[in-house]
Protein backbone atom coordinates (compact mmCIF):
# COMPACT_ATOMS: atom_id res chain seq x y z
CA UNK A 1 0.00 0.00 0.00
CA UNK A 2 3.04 2.81 1.34
CA UNK A 3 4.38 1.16 -2.14
CA UNK A 4 1.54 2.83 -4.49
CA UNK A 5 1.71 6.03 -3.00
CA UNK A 6 5.12 6.21 -3.01
CA UNK A 7 4.81 6.13 -7.18
CA UNK A 8 1.85 9.07 -6.76
CA UNK A 9 4.87 10.87 -4.88
CA UNK A 10 8.07 9.91 -7.18
CA UNK A 11 5.50 10.60 -10.46
CA UNK A 12 4.24 13.76 -8.84
CA UNK A 13 7.78 15.17 -7.73
CA UNK A 14 9.05 14.11 -11.59
CA UNK A 15 6.25 16.64 -12.69
CA UNK A 16 7.30 19.26 -10.04
CA UNK A 17 10.62 19.64 -11.11
CA UNK A 18 9.74 19.40 -14.67
CA UNK A 19 7.62 22.40 -14.04
CA UNK A 20 9.78 24.37 -11.93
CA UNK A 21 12.82 24.31 -14.74
CA UNK A 22 10.37 25.00 -17.45
CA UNK A 23 8.74 28.07 -15.20
CA UNK A 24 11.94 30.16 -13.99
CA UNK A 25 11.88 31.78 -17.42
CA UNK A 26 8.26 33.04 -17.86
CA UNK A 27 6.67 34.47 -15.11
CA UNK A 28 3.78 36.99 -16.70
CA UNK A 29 0.29 36.48 -15.65
CA UNK A 30 -1.76 36.36 -19.29
CA UNK A 31 -3.52 39.39 -19.63
CA UNK A 32 -7.05 39.51 -18.47
CA UNK A 33 -6.85 36.21 -16.53
CA UNK A 34 -7.55 37.73 -13.16
CA UNK A 35 -10.49 39.29 -14.16
CA UNK A 36 -12.30 35.89 -15.29
CA UNK A 37 -12.26 34.29 -12.10
CA UNK A 38 -15.13 34.98 -10.60
CA UNK A 39 -17.35 32.11 -12.37
CA UNK A 40 -14.31 29.32 -10.63
CA UNK A 41 -15.91 29.52 -7.00
CA UNK A 42 -19.37 28.25 -8.09
CA UNK A 43 -18.01 25.64 -10.26
CA UNK A 44 -15.51 24.39 -7.27
CA UNK A 45 -18.73 24.40 -5.11
CA UNK A 46 -20.66 22.12 -7.59
CA UNK A 47 -17.94 19.76 -7.74
CA UNK A 48 -17.64 19.87 -3.77
CA UNK A 49 -21.29 18.83 -4.36
CA UNK A 50 -20.38 16.27 -6.86
CA UNK A 51 -17.64 14.67 -5.01
CA UNK A 52 -19.82 14.04 -2.09
CA UNK A 53 -22.12 11.84 -4.46
CA UNK A 54 -19.06 9.31 -5.01
CA UNK A 55 -18.86 7.89 -1.81
CA UNK A 56 -22.69 7.75 -1.83
CA UNK A 57 -22.66 5.60 -4.78
CA UNK A 58 -19.76 3.48 -4.03
CA UNK A 59 -21.77 1.62 -0.84
CA UNK A 60 -24.96 2.18 -2.85
CA UNK A 61 -25.19 -1.46 -4.32
CA UNK A 62 -23.80 -2.82 -0.78
CA UNK A 63 -26.98 -0.86 0.53
CA UNK A 64 -29.37 -1.50 -1.18
CA UNK A 65 -28.60 -5.90 -1.61
CA UNK A 66 -27.62 -5.73 2.27
CA UNK A 67 -24.08 -6.87 1.48
CA UNK A 68 -20.24 -5.80 2.03
CA UNK A 69 -19.52 -2.99 4.75
CA UNK A 70 -23.55 -2.04 4.92
CA UNK A 71 -24.23 -5.72 5.50
CA UNK A 72 -26.85 -5.64 8.88
CA UNK A 73 -27.07 -2.15 8.75
CA UNK A 74 -30.05 -1.83 7.05
CA UNK A 75 -29.96 0.99 5.28
CA UNK A 76 -31.08 -0.04 2.22
CA UNK A 77 -34.09 2.21 -0.31
CA UNK A 78 -33.52 4.62 2.63
CA UNK A 79 -29.90 5.02 1.30
CA UNK A 80 -31.67 5.40 -2.36
CA UNK A 81 -34.09 8.44 -1.43
CA UNK A 82 -31.64 10.68 0.45
CA UNK A 83 -29.09 10.40 -2.16
CA UNK A 84 -31.87 11.26 -4.99
CA UNK A 85 -32.97 14.01 -2.81
CA UNK A 86 -29.18 15.53 -2.69
CA UNK A 87 -29.10 14.97 -6.77
CA UNK A 88 -32.03 17.14 -7.04
CA UNK A 89 -31.25 19.54 -4.89
CA UNK A 90 -27.70 20.22 -6.35
CA UNK A 91 -28.10 19.90 -9.71
CA UNK A 92 -31.81 22.58 -9.85
CA UNK A 93 -29.06 24.90 -7.99
CA UNK A 94 -26.54 24.28 -11.02
CA UNK A 95 -29.48 24.71 -13.57
CA UNK A 96 -30.15 27.99 -11.59
CA UNK A 97 -26.70 29.24 -12.58
CA UNK A 98 -26.26 27.95 -15.92
CA UNK A 99 -29.61 29.73 -16.28
CA UNK A 100 -28.29 32.79 -14.42
CA UNK A 101 -24.78 32.78 -16.73
CA UNK B 1 -12.22 -3.95 -2.73
CA UNK B 2 -8.33 -3.43 -3.60
CA UNK B 3 -6.73 -4.87 -6.69
CA UNK B 4 -3.99 -7.12 -6.55
CA UNK B 5 -1.81 -6.07 -4.49
CA UNK B 6 1.22 -7.61 -5.66
CA UNK B 7 3.24 -4.91 -7.88
CA UNK B 8 5.31 -6.83 -11.19
CA UNK B 9 8.03 -4.47 -11.24
CA UNK B 10 8.53 -4.71 -7.40
CA UNK B 11 8.54 -8.36 -7.56
CA UNK B 12 10.81 -8.76 -11.09
CA UNK B 13 13.46 -6.18 -8.68
CA UNK B 14 12.96 -8.18 -5.71
CA UNK B 15 13.82 -11.32 -7.60
CA UNK B 16 17.15 -9.47 -9.83
CA UNK B 17 18.63 -7.82 -7.27
CA UNK B 18 20.95 -8.89 -4.86
CA UNK B 19 19.48 -9.92 -1.09
CA UNK B 20 22.11 -7.87 0.60
CA UNK B 21 20.31 -4.92 -0.59
CA UNK B 22 17.64 -3.47 1.83
CA UNK B 23 14.31 -4.06 1.46
CA UNK B 24 13.58 -0.01 1.49
CA UNK B 25 16.28 0.43 -1.22
CA UNK B 26 14.92 -2.21 -3.21
CA UNK B 27 11.86 -0.31 -2.72
CA UNK B 28 12.98 3.05 -4.00
CA UNK B 29 14.61 1.52 -6.88
CA UNK B 30 11.12 0.25 -8.09
CA UNK B 31 9.38 3.19 -7.17
CA UNK B 32 11.98 4.87 -9.58
CA UNK B 33 11.97 2.16 -12.17
CA UNK B 34 8.27 2.45 -12.20
CA UNK B 35 8.20 5.99 -12.55
CA UNK B 36 10.72 6.19 -15.44
CA UNK B 37 8.51 3.21 -17.51
CA UNK B 38 5.78 6.23 -16.53
CA UNK B 39 7.64 8.67 -17.84
CA UNK B 40 8.49 6.83 -20.87
CA UNK B 41 5.18 5.52 -21.96
CA UNK B 42 4.17 9.25 -21.80
CA UNK B 43 6.82 10.47 -24.35
CA UNK B 44 5.87 7.51 -26.79
CA UNK B 45 1.88 7.86 -26.26
CA UNK B 46 2.54 11.31 -27.08
CA UNK B 47 4.96 10.75 -30.15
CA UNK B 48 2.38 8.37 -31.63
CA UNK B 49 -0.38 10.94 -31.22
CA UNK B 50 1.19 13.35 -32.77
CA UNK B 51 1.80 11.07 -35.88
CA UNK B 52 -1.60 10.40 -36.15
CA UNK B 53 -2.66 13.95 -35.52
CA UNK B 54 -0.55 15.19 -38.53
CA UNK B 55 -2.05 11.98 -40.23
CA UNK B 56 -6.09 13.75 -40.02
CA UNK B 57 -4.95 17.24 -40.61
CA UNK B 58 -2.73 16.23 -43.59
CA UNK B 59 0.15 18.55 -42.64
CA UNK B 60 3.06 18.29 -39.89
CA UNK B 61 3.05 20.03 -36.90
CA UNK B 62 5.47 22.35 -35.75
CA UNK B 63 4.76 23.70 -32.78
CA UNK B 64 5.94 22.86 -29.25
CA UNK B 65 5.30 19.78 -27.62
CA UNK B 66 6.63 20.42 -24.17
CA UNK B 67 4.66 22.97 -21.73
CA UNK B 68 5.96 26.37 -22.49
CA UNK B 69 4.95 28.74 -19.52
CA UNK B 70 5.38 27.66 -15.63
CA UNK B 71 1.12 27.33 -15.67
CA UNK B 72 1.33 24.64 -18.06
CA UNK B 73 4.32 23.09 -16.50
CA UNK B 74 2.15 22.49 -13.19
CA UNK B 75 -0.94 21.83 -14.71
CA UNK B 76 1.55 18.49 -16.53
CA UNK B 77 2.67 17.64 -13.02
CA UNK B 78 -0.66 16.99 -11.80
CA UNK B 79 -1.62 14.88 -14.85
CA UNK B 80 1.67 12.99 -14.49
CA UNK B 81 0.52 12.46 -10.83
CA UNK B 82 -3.07 10.83 -12.61
CA UNK B 83 -0.82 8.34 -14.31
CA UNK B 84 0.00 6.70 -11.32
CA UNK B 85 -3.52 4.95 -10.80
CA UNK B 86 -3.76 3.87 -14.47
CA UNK B 87 -3.43 0.08 -14.70
CA UNK B 88 -1.76 -2.30 -17.69
CA UNK B 89 -2.56 -5.75 -16.10
CA UNK B 90 -3.79 -7.24 -13.13
CA UNK B 91 -0.81 -7.60 -11.70
CA UNK B 92 0.81 -4.71 -13.81
CA UNK B 93 0.55 -1.41 -12.60
CA UNK B 94 2.01 1.64 -11.57
CA UNK B 95 0.14 2.12 -8.01
CA UNK B 96 -2.93 0.01 -6.99
CA UNK B 97 -4.83 2.97 -5.53
CA UNK B 98 -7.92 2.29 -3.70
CA UNK B 99 -9.38 5.59 -4.92
CA UNK B 100 -8.00 5.53 -8.52
CA UNK B 101 -11.17 7.10 -9.97
CA UNK B 102 -11.13 9.98 -7.80
CA UNK B 103 -7.49 10.71 -7.99
CA UNK B 104 -7.52 10.81 -12.32
CA UNK B 105 -10.64 12.80 -11.40
CA UNK B 106 -9.23 15.12 -9.12
CA UNK B 107 -5.69 15.74 -11.43
CA UNK B 108 -6.89 16.42 -14.17
CA UNK B 109 -9.86 19.02 -13.10
CA UNK B 110 -6.45 20.45 -10.95
CA UNK B 111 -4.82 20.12 -14.24
CA UNK B 112 -7.61 22.25 -16.02
CA UNK B 113 -7.74 24.75 -12.98
CA UNK B 114 -3.73 25.09 -12.81
CA UNK B 115 -3.33 25.48 -16.46
CA UNK B 116 -5.80 28.28 -16.78
CA UNK B 117 -7.30 30.36 -13.83
CA UNK B 118 -10.76 30.99 -15.83
CA UNK B 119 -11.36 27.25 -16.97
CA UNK B 120 -14.47 25.79 -17.21
CA UNK B 121 -14.55 22.41 -14.83
CA UNK B 122 -18.15 22.17 -15.71
CA UNK B 123 -16.58 19.34 -17.89
CA UNK B 124 -14.77 17.53 -15.00
CA UNK B 125 -18.06 17.72 -13.38
CA UNK B 126 -19.76 16.03 -16.02
CA UNK B 127 -16.91 13.48 -16.25
CA UNK B 128 -17.74 12.56 -12.91
CA UNK B 129 -21.49 12.64 -13.57
CA UNK B 130 -21.00 10.06 -16.44
CA UNK B 131 -18.51 8.18 -14.34
CA UNK B 132 -20.81 7.25 -11.05
CA UNK B 133 -23.15 5.26 -13.42
CA UNK B 134 -21.10 2.43 -14.01
CA UNK B 135 -19.68 2.69 -10.21
CA UNK B 136 -23.75 2.49 -8.74
CA UNK B 137 -23.44 -0.98 -10.86
CA UNK B 138 -19.86 -2.05 -9.98
CA UNK B 139 -19.28 -0.52 -6.45
CA UNK B 140 -15.85 0.22 -7.15
CA UNK B 141 -13.33 2.97 -7.33
CA UNK B 142 -10.30 0.93 -8.05
CA UNK B 143 -9.46 0.16 -11.48
CA UNK B 144 -7.97 -2.85 -11.44
CA UNK B 145 -11.19 -4.09 -9.58
CA UNK B 146 -13.81 -2.42 -11.87
CA UNK B 147 -12.28 -4.52 -14.51
CA UNK B 148 -12.49 -8.27 -12.44
CA UNK B 149 -16.34 -7.14 -11.89
CA UNK B 150 -16.63 -7.27 -16.05
CA UNK B 151 -14.81 -10.44 -16.56
CA UNK B 152 -18.19 -12.73 -16.33
CA UNK B 153 -20.42 -13.26 -19.84
CA UNK B 154 -16.90 -14.56 -21.83
CA UNK B 155 -15.08 -11.57 -21.14
CA UNK B 156 -17.31 -9.56 -22.24
CA UNK B 157 -19.53 -8.57 -19.12
CA UNK B 158 -19.24 -4.98 -19.35
CA UNK B 159 -20.69 -2.28 -17.42
CA UNK B 160 -21.93 -0.76 -20.95
CA UNK B 161 -24.66 -3.46 -20.89
CA UNK B 162 -25.26 -4.18 -17.13
CA UNK B 163 -27.40 -0.95 -16.79
CA UNK B 164 -29.33 0.75 -19.59
CA UNK B 165 -28.72 4.05 -18.51
CA UNK B 166 -24.90 3.44 -18.72
CA UNK B 167 -24.77 3.46 -23.33
CA UNK B 168 -25.99 7.51 -22.30
CA UNK B 169 -24.02 7.88 -19.41
CA UNK B 170 -20.91 6.87 -22.06
CA UNK B 171 -21.92 9.32 -24.79
CA UNK B 172 -21.99 12.16 -22.17
CA UNK B 173 -18.30 11.13 -20.74
CA UNK B 174 -17.15 11.24 -24.94
CA UNK B 175 -18.90 14.48 -25.34
CA UNK B 176 -17.03 16.28 -21.94
CA UNK B 177 -14.03 14.32 -22.93
CA UNK B 178 -13.85 16.07 -25.95
CA UNK B 179 -14.76 19.23 -24.15
CA UNK B 180 -11.61 18.78 -21.79
CA UNK B 181 -9.62 18.01 -24.48
CA UNK B 182 -10.38 20.98 -26.97
CA UNK B 183 -9.41 23.61 -23.75
CA UNK B 184 -6.97 25.79 -25.52
CA UNK B 185 -3.76 26.49 -22.30
CA UNK B 186 -2.77 23.35 -21.94
CA UNK B 187 0.59 21.81 -23.99
CA UNK B 188 0.36 19.21 -26.46
CA UNK B 189 1.86 16.63 -24.15
CA UNK B 190 -0.79 17.70 -21.52
CA UNK B 191 -3.45 17.05 -23.72
CA UNK B 192 -2.19 13.43 -25.23
CA UNK B 193 -1.67 12.39 -21.56
CA UNK B 194 -5.33 13.56 -20.95
CA UNK B 195 -6.56 12.14 -23.43
CA UNK B 196 -4.83 8.54 -23.03
CA UNK B 197 -6.31 8.83 -19.05
CA UNK B 198 -9.81 9.93 -20.17
CA UNK B 199 -10.01 6.66 -22.82
CA UNK B 200 -8.57 4.41 -20.33
CA UNK B 201 -11.29 5.69 -17.71
CA UNK B 202 -13.94 4.75 -20.35
CA UNK B 203 -12.38 1.93 -21.52
CA UNK B 204 -12.41 0.97 -17.87
CA UNK B 205 -15.36 1.56 -16.66
CA UNK B 206 -17.95 1.39 -20.01
CA UNK B 207 -15.66 -1.17 -21.97
CA UNK B 208 -14.61 -4.29 -19.68
CA UNK B 209 -10.98 -2.83 -18.61
CA UNK B 210 -8.53 -5.80 -19.66
CA UNK B 211 -11.30 -8.26 -20.16
CA UNK B 212 -11.86 -9.64 -23.32
CA UNK B 213 -12.91 -13.10 -24.68
CA UNK B 214 -8.68 -14.07 -25.40
CA UNK B 215 -8.28 -12.96 -21.06
CA UNK B 216 -11.39 -15.06 -20.22
CA UNK B 217 -10.40 -18.42 -22.04
CA UNK B 218 -6.80 -17.74 -20.79
CA UNK B 219 -8.22 -17.76 -16.99
CA UNK B 220 -10.27 -20.36 -17.65
CA UNK B 221 -7.24 -22.38 -18.34
CA UNK B 222 -4.52 -21.28 -15.69
CA UNK B 223 -6.90 -20.24 -12.80
CA UNK B 224 -8.75 -17.10 -11.63
CA UNK B 225 -5.52 -14.97 -11.13
CA UNK B 226 -2.43 -16.23 -12.56
CA UNK B 227 0.18 -13.51 -12.00
CA UNK B 228 3.97 -12.97 -13.29
CA UNK B 229 6.05 -15.14 -10.79
CA UNK B 230 5.51 -18.83 -9.23
CA UNK B 231 7.39 -18.34 -5.68
CA UNK B 232 8.82 -21.55 -4.53
CA UNK B 233 9.99 -22.02 -0.80
CA UNK B 234 13.62 -24.14 -0.81
CA UNK B 235 14.61 -26.53 1.52
CA UNK B 236 17.34 -23.73 3.61
CA UNK B 237 14.13 -21.56 3.82
CA UNK B 238 14.47 -19.50 1.28
CA UNK B 239 12.23 -18.40 -1.38
CA UNK B 240 13.15 -18.75 -5.18
CA UNK B 241 11.59 -16.67 -7.80
CA UNK B 242 10.51 -17.90 -11.25
CA UNK B 243 8.81 -16.78 -13.91
CA UNK B 244 5.40 -18.23 -15.08
CA UNK B 245 4.82 -18.49 -18.50
CA UNK B 246 1.48 -18.80 -18.38
CA UNK B 247 1.01 -15.71 -16.38
CA UNK B 248 3.23 -13.77 -18.22
CA UNK B 249 0.77 -15.00 -21.19
CA UNK B 250 -2.11 -13.45 -19.46
CA UNK B 251 -0.59 -10.79 -18.01
CA UNK B 252 0.60 -9.27 -21.74
CA UNK B 253 -2.69 -10.10 -22.72
CA UNK B 254 -4.88 -7.81 -20.40
CA UNK B 255 -2.32 -5.15 -20.99
CA UNK B 256 -2.89 -5.38 -25.14
CA UNK B 257 -6.41 -5.30 -24.69
CA UNK B 258 -6.51 -2.96 -22.25
CA UNK B 259 -3.82 -0.75 -24.48
CA UNK B 260 -5.88 -1.56 -27.79
CA UNK B 261 -9.42 -0.36 -26.08
CA UNK B 262 -7.66 3.13 -24.83
CA UNK B 263 -6.18 3.85 -28.34
CA UNK B 264 -9.42 3.53 -29.68
CA UNK B 265 -10.79 6.16 -27.35
CA UNK B 266 -7.54 8.36 -27.63
CA UNK B 267 -7.96 7.87 -31.99
CA UNK B 268 -11.79 8.53 -31.50
CA UNK B 269 -10.99 12.28 -29.61
CA UNK B 270 -7.81 13.10 -31.84
CA UNK B 271 -10.83 12.32 -35.29
CA UNK B 272 -13.47 14.12 -33.49
CA UNK B 273 -11.03 17.02 -32.72
CA UNK B 274 -9.95 17.26 -36.39
CA UNK B 275 -13.42 17.73 -37.71
CA UNK B 276 -13.96 20.96 -39.19
CA UNK B 277 -14.12 23.46 -35.61
CA UNK B 278 -17.60 25.13 -36.38
CA UNK B 279 -19.59 21.87 -37.03
CA UNK B 280 -17.73 20.21 -34.01
CA UNK B 281 -18.69 22.90 -31.96
CA UNK B 282 -22.46 23.24 -32.84
CA UNK B 283 -22.77 19.24 -32.63
CA UNK B 284 -21.35 19.58 -29.35
CA UNK B 285 -23.44 22.28 -27.84
CA UNK B 286 -26.21 20.07 -28.91
CA UNK B 287 -25.02 17.31 -27.19
CA UNK B 288 -24.21 19.70 -24.09
CA UNK B 289 -27.67 20.76 -24.10
CA UNK B 290 -29.17 17.66 -24.24
CA UNK B 291 -27.37 15.42 -22.13
CA UNK B 292 -26.23 17.79 -19.02
CA UNK B 293 -29.73 17.97 -17.93
CA UNK B 294 -29.59 14.26 -18.31
CA UNK B 295 -26.99 14.05 -15.60
CA UNK B 296 -28.81 13.64 -12.77
CA UNK B 297 -31.62 11.63 -14.34
CA UNK B 298 -28.98 9.22 -15.38
CA UNK B 299 -27.86 8.58 -11.75
CA UNK B 300 -31.45 8.67 -10.33
CA UNK B 301 -31.95 6.09 -12.77
CA UNK B 302 -28.87 3.86 -12.29
CA UNK B 303 -29.68 3.89 -9.40
CA UNK B 304 -33.36 2.78 -9.54
CA UNK B 305 -32.61 0.04 -11.24
CA UNK B 306 -29.90 -0.80 -8.71
CA UNK B 307 -32.72 -0.78 -6.16
CA UNK B 308 -34.87 -3.07 -8.75
CA UNK B 309 -32.68 -6.03 -9.52
CA UNK B 310 -31.66 -6.13 -5.56
CA UNK B 311 -35.18 -6.16 -5.32
CA UNK B 312 -35.69 -8.99 -7.72
CA UNK B 313 -32.88 -10.61 -6.31
CA UNK B 314 -33.76 -10.69 -3.04
CA UNK B 315 -37.56 -12.20 -3.82
CA UNK B 316 -36.19 -14.75 -6.24
Redesign the interface.
Known amino acids: ?Q??????L???G???V??????FG??QVEPG??G??Q??PR??L??TG??L??PW??????C???S?PAQSLGIG?FG?LM??VF??I??LG??YV?KCE | MSGSGSNAFLDLLRALVPSRLPDWATVLLAAAVTAAVAIAGVAIHAWICRRIEARLAGSVSSGRMLPSTPAQGWAFAATLAAIAAYPLAPHVFFADIELGLVLILACLALAAIVSDASADIGWAILLGVALLVPVIAGGSLNLIEASRLQSDWFGMGWFLGKSPFALPAAILFLVAALGWARRESMSPIERYSGMFLLSGLAATFFFGGFESPLTWSLRRSLGEDPGFFNHAQLADGSTQTRIAIGGLMFQLACAATLIGKTMVGVFVLLWLQARPDARLHRAMEISRRVLVPLGPVLLIGAALWEWARAALWSSA
Not at chain 1, 18 to 23: I, K, N
Open positions: MFDYLIVVLSAGIFALTRGDRARECQLQVFAMVLIALVLRDLHNGALGGIVLFWAR
